[in-house]
């Protein structure tokens, strides 16, 4: 779409509401319709469900299919009128497919929602559990990271469940709402499963009694509601982000959004291509696990920078020891051309361990950054 004709898109459509413009944009959600039997162990008891974890009754009057393997364009299909709308706290939300063009996302951020065009992209990863570092690490983290966010006009991207990392940035978000210090508003997107969300139906529902208490609970960070059963897979919404993308694939309790997030930070970073100008995006890598890592592969093959916070355990100080013990492979001409395996380069073969890395750097060089040439 040229230049003049996304202009006048956006003017004709300033008249209607965000909800308006969301139903234009015709958004839809998935559900699974085809049951592909599957038994697994679920809180020490087994069950038979589909492979999107559903109950054979929650696909009334369909066949069931065997031997066939689950995808979400064989088994479910198209919903419309996806849910969308404002939560209790004015954030917005918006269900929809997993398949979703990136451009549609777009309008729904720059049409619907109004958001300025941003000069900045971060992505904010990390392991899907409570994770313990320094008090130190987390000031130095979380006042590094808001610095550079007011500073840049940035969107901040994370996954939007209330654990791990993105708790801590949720906190933080919280604080800085509060602040007296500043009328600027932060822009900070979840990027979660609609089918992964404890109670997604009842804290997306319009608001009621019912609606409110749940809503109060997220918010005043109490442990009352973490400690009800959750079943596994589910998450609490982290509920002081601005905004939430609510990926829907058909399937309940299954987070993995594959590279649906590197996609779309890709195509909004292409905003000003137009004018050979293009939003710079990095990504920063906190903790984590085997998720993490694959999120960080999909940004550096996308060509994104991954910085990595050193010392906060697990994924990010795995990187951190790899990258110290291969940093002269490049230039060492005697090796140049070796392939090294991941066996050649163990900790425990160049007695090299993340303590003692720790105690040899300084505080302001524990980021190490990761990029593609």
Known sequence: MSSSRSSVYRQSRRAHSPDDMIDQLNIRSRTCHLYTSSRRADNDQYEETCECKRPQDKHPGEKVIENIRWSMKLNTREEINAEHGQLQTGAWFVRLAMDTPEEKVKHIFLDAWKLPEPLFIISVLGGAKY??????????????????????????????????????????????????????????????????????????????????????????????NRLKTRRSGEWDLEMHHSHYLMLDDGTIRKYETEDYRTRLITHMARINSEHDLFVPAVTVLVEGGKDAIKNIYYDLRSNIPVVIISGSGRAADFFTRWLLLTKNIDNDVKDQNTVYETEELSIEKHKTKCSNIETEKTNTDKISKLNVE
């Open 131 to 224: 994770f313990k570092t320094s008090d130190q690490l987390e000031i130095i983290f979380i006042n590094g990271l808001f610095d550079l966010i007011q500073k840049s006009g940035a969107w901040l991207f994370t996954s939007g469940y209330d654990t791990g990392i993105v708790r801590l940035v949720g906190r933080a978000l919280h604080q800085f709402k509060l602040s007296k210090f500043t009328e600027n508003s932060i822009t900070a997107i979840g990027i979660c499963k609609w089918g992964c969300i404890r109670d997604v139906e009842k804290i997306t529902r319009p608001m009621d009694e019912e609606t409110e208490q749940i809503t109060t609970n997220g918010l005043d960070g109490t442990n009352k």
